[in-house]
């Protein structure tokens, strides 16, 4: 039975590198991801000023309880959205001036809930050239804390950023949350805050931080849930199994519940303390799934959907429109392109099955969720090929000679 080795959470190692910057000693996390996204977030921290040593299979950050060691610092933020949000509400905790921008894809993302939330706290930053956009620069002067109301109904990265700056607030943060998605996020962020010696605390609405600082440790990356969403899928698609070692019961990551979605459409999925196992049955039932609190599998499941037996209905998902691309829609070209019967609304998108596939060039949109999801349907459709395939860069750099392993596996395994 193949067995894959997953590389590490993007979301985990970005929270982990903030954390360890911000707590009093010397951090290692262990197994963190490199990609693109972390390997920026780990720049961006060197920018700063943060000794960040990266040998293979662990890293280690000196932190600062007060905030960056340089007073001045130009930080480019890649694609990264982690590295774009959470390193400003980082920069505001000390005292100097920083510039962020990000790349095109990026500038284009939103920022301005974060961003009003960091000036209702007394924060001095100015966007360069449209509001609520990189670039920026933030003239820091330490944060005294206090109550801030945020809408995170568009990313929950926004309520990230101001937790993990609670602790370093002089009075502490009280977050009342209007809207919120992604909302497994969230908890990974207040788990990993605690393990690093802080204590928030969730009453209904309100985030509560007290101005605790933080501890440093040693933290162990988990696999990346999202991507081991393709690996569990190409097993649901090909009667194959494949079983992911380090992602099971216990794990932080609310993307490890596609396999939730791959069991209602007739997949055989075991998880235990160990891992992951999904095993596919030969078929597939359509299915309606609410994916407000996991979108980053969307892709994921359009791509799978045309083998199902009925339609496939993805609801609660308009935030995949303002993600590295329009999600929605670019799953819906790519599908059109390969032949299915697809329709979208605001926040939703149906697959619906029965047309043949035939293999073509798909359009990435530079988007590493796009490039690997369809990836899953060419298990299936000879031909498909990428105008981007280096996309996948930003959260898994081998995924395309990972993914050809696992075929050949899946293939001599059958
Ligand atoms: O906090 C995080 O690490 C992330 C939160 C989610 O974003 P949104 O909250 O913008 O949906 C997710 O899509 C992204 O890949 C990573
Ligand atoms: C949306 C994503 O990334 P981010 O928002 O962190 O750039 C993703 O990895 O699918």
């Known amino acids: 039975m193949p067995v894959v080795d997953i590389p590490g959470s993007k979301s985990l190692t970005a929270r982990a590198l903030f954390l360890a910057a911000a707590a009093d000693g010397v951090t290692t996390l262990v197994r963190p991801l490199r990609s693109d996204d972390t390997e920026g977030f780990a720049e961006g921290l060197t920018r700063l000023g943060y000794r960040v040593g990266r040998a293979p299979g662990a890293w280690q950050v000196d932190g600062r309880p007060h905030g960056p060691a340089v007073a001045e610092a130009d930080v480019y933020c890649r694609d990264g959205a982690t590295t774009s949000r959470f390193l400003p509400a980082l920069a505001a905790a000390g005292h100097g001036t920083y510039r962020f921008d990000a790349s095109a894809q990026m500038r284009r993302r939103p920022l301005l809930p974060l961003t009003r939330a960091l000036r209702d706290l007394g924060v001095r930053l100015r966007h360069e050239e449209r509001e609520g956009h990189h670039p920026l620069t933030i003239e820091a002067a330490g944060v005294d804390g206090g109550e801030v109301t945020l809408d995170a109904g568009q990313s929950s990265q926004y309520l990230t950023a101001l937790l993990l700056l609670g602790p370093l607030t002089r009075k502490g943060l009280r977050i009342r949350v209007t809207d919120l998605v992604s909302a497994p996020y969230v908890d990974i962020t207040t788990a990993m805050m605690r393990a690093f010696g802080a204590e928030p605390d969730r009453q209904g609405d309100v985030f509560v931080v007290p101005p605790s600082g933080y501890r440093a440790t040693t933290y162990a990356i988990e696999p990346d849930a999202s991507t081991a969403s393709y690996f569990f899928a190409a097993a649901a698609l090909t009667g194959g199994e494949v079983s992911v070692p380090g992602l099971g019961e216990g794990a932080l990551q609310g993307d490890l519940r596609f396999v939730d979605v791959l069991r209602r459409m007739g997949a055989r999925v075991s998880c235990d303390a160990s891992g992951t196992t999904v095993r596919g049955t030969g078929s597939l039932s359509g299915v309606t799934v609410n994916m407000r609190d996991i979108s980053d599998t969307m892709p994921t499941l359009a791509a799978l959907a045309p083998f199902a037996t009925g339609p496939v209905r993805i609801e609660d998902v308009a935030n995949t429109r303002v993600k590295e691309c329009d999600r929605l829609e670019a799953c819906a070209e790519n599908l059109r392109r390969l032949g299915a019967r697809v329709a979208t609304g605001p926040d939703w998108i149906e697959i619906h099955p029965g047309t043949p596939l035939t293999g ?37 750099p081998d995924f395309h000679e990972a993914f050809e392993a696992l075929r050949g596996r899946l293939r001599s395994s059958r």
């Open 360 to 396: 073509t060039g798909l359009r990435t949109h530079a988007d590493h969720r796009i490039a690997m999801s369809f990836a899953v349907t060419g298990l299936r459709v000879p031909g498909i090929s990428f105008d981007d395939p280096g996309c996948v860069r930003k959260t898994f």
